[in-house]
């Protein structure tokens, strides 16, 4: 009930800022400043054609398709660099550094290699920026999730005779599962923000396109409506799915109560 207060005075005050600035003071022109009305409207329009919808299963399907390749590629290179000395030494600080690009700076290389995507839903292009948008945040999550095992459980799991296999099997991977979870739950929201870079240079329906397009026609709502869609969409992915599974874990090994 709370938060439902908190956003409707949100709206209230959004709404007050726009009067004063555009209507009362002029200091905004009114094509320039978003309005929850205006965003409304705009939102009922996407809505009549079905737009909205389809920008916005397009933009899911792909985000889970490219997270999906990522979290695969991210888990095998962090388990490499987490094994041999030799990556975990010279390897880690320049997926480290790649890490930090912002994931528009791929999107040159898609268009060159793979062209500008037009119609297909799974385009190579956009796919491509969001898997190596989120793939070394996944990677350095599974190597640091493994480090920070309790060295006694590795001690203990020796002492017993558990192989290499069953160390990691049993031991290893089950205790940095919660931390595990975590850096899947940060690859997301990168492969999430990827995505939306990637999709502004494509002509298929999607909710960056979606944004352009709204940037082109000068239609501040439309931007803003998406904006509100891909945060939306971003805070539901994390409640519903990601927040659930670190509290059983958490639940499960008594970190926290029920």
């Not at 205006?38 to 985000?63: H, K, P, Q, T, Y």
């Not at 994931?103 to 385009?123: E, M, Q, R, Y």
């Not at 060295?151 to 160390?167: E, R």
């Amino acid at each position: 009930m709370s938060l439902v207060i908190f956003l409707i005075l949100l709206i209230l005050l959004w709404q007050g800022a726009y009067w004063l600035g555009v209507d009362v003071l002029g200091v905004f022109m009114e094509y320039a400043m978003p309005s929850p009305v205006g965003v409304w409207e705009r939102f009922v329009d996407l809505c009549s054609d079905g737009s909205i919808f389809m920008a916005l299963g397009n933009s899911l399907l792909r985000g889970i398709v490219g997270y999906a390749i990522a979290v695969l590629i991210g888990f095998v290179l962090g388990l490499l660099m987490n094994r041999i000395r030799y990556l975990q030494k010279n390897l880690k600080p320049l997926v480290l550094g790649i890490q930090t690009l912002p994931s528009v700076c791929w999107v040159p290389f898609a268009i060159l290699w793979f062209g500008i995507p037009k119609t297909s839903i799974f385009s190579s292009a956009i796919l491509f920026v969001v898997v190596v948008g989120s793939t070394f945040s996944i990677a350095i999550s599974v190597d640091n999730a493994i480090k920070n095992v309790q060295p006694i459980y590795i001690k203990a799991a020796l002492t017993m005779g558990a192989d290499k296999k069953q160390l990691y099997t049993r031991v290893i991977l089950p205790a940095s599962l919660p931390e595990l979870v975590s850096g899947l739950k940060q690859g997301w929201s990168f492969a999430w923000r990827a995505l939306m870079a990637g999709e502004v240079m494509t002509t298929s329906v999607g909710l960056g396109q979606t944004l352009i397009i709204g940037r082109d026609l000068a239609d501040i709502n439309q931007v803003m409506l998406v904006m509100i869609v891909i945060i939306i969409v971003g805070i539901a992915i994390d409640k519903c799915i990601f927040s659930v599974i670190e509290k059983k874990l958490l639940t499960k090994r008594g970190l926290i109560k029920e």
